[in-house]
């Protein structure tokens, strides 16, 4: 890999390019329609017309959104771009499990993730600084997990979850994993000790819905 175009050129597409340059990529640019500014942090920024210029010069592609929402309609709106999984080097994996990555793609892992083995990783996740996700877990398509959040073993996370900073989820078992529903949102620092029902809002220690 050796050029990168980032969509979002805010906090976490810069996060992104952090671990770009980690993995010695040279040439990156950030993709932005949502900003006047020519750069961010010395990166050039481009406009959603130029992105078929890019592909054509051999620039692959992340999405550097955090919400899972905007996340799903950039690779919407652009599905035919080569989306690479981008690994931060001091990302550390159980038995098998780096391997089975590459059975997916879009997926950005940042420094200090812990992934255990035996998990099912869908595309297009975000997992964050310090996250920790357990073995014989389900992360389905368009996840983000926020920094320091702690996923024991045998938690299913449906599509388009937001997991907040911080967050510790009870393990399941083998017969009824811990089941996070689609489109819901876990708050900042909350401890899930049951289901989470889709398209909710929960928060507190134990996490209860918002209504």
Do not use: W
Request: proline content about 3%; charged content about 20%.
């Amino acid at each position: 890999m050796e050029k990168i175009a980032i969509f979002g050129s805010s906090s976490f597409g810069r996060e992104v390019a952090d671990i770009c340059h980690e993995l010695g990529i040279k040439e990156m640019v950030f993709i932005d329609d949502f900003t006047d500014a020519e750069e961010a942090t010395g990166i050039r920024i481009f406009k959603n017309r130029d992105v078929n210029s890019l592909k054509t010069q051999g620039y692959e592609f992340a999405i550097g959104v955090g919400a899972p929402e905007i996340r799903q309609k950039i690779a919407a709106e652009f599905p035919d771009l080569p989306y690479p999984n981008l690994v931060h080097p001091s990302a550390t994996f159980g038995r098998g499990q780096r391997e089975a990555i590459e059975n997916s793609h879009g997926n950005i892992i940042a420094a200090g993730v812990r992934l255990s083995h035996n998990i099912q990783l869908g595309n297009f996740t975000v997992l964050n600084l310090n996250a920790v996700v357990g073995h014989d877990c389900i992360l389905e398509d368009y996840v983000s997990i926020m920094s320091g959040s702690l996923i024991s073993g045998n938690v299913a996370i449906r599509d388009s979850v937001y997991i907040g900073c911080g967050v510790s989820v009870i393990n399941g078992t083998a017969q009824k994993k811990v089941e996070i529903g689609k489109n819901s949102v876990v708050g900042m620092g909350a401890v899930v000790l049951r289901d989470v029902d889709e398209e909710s809002k929960v928060f507190g220690n134990p996490a209860r819905q918002m209504r």
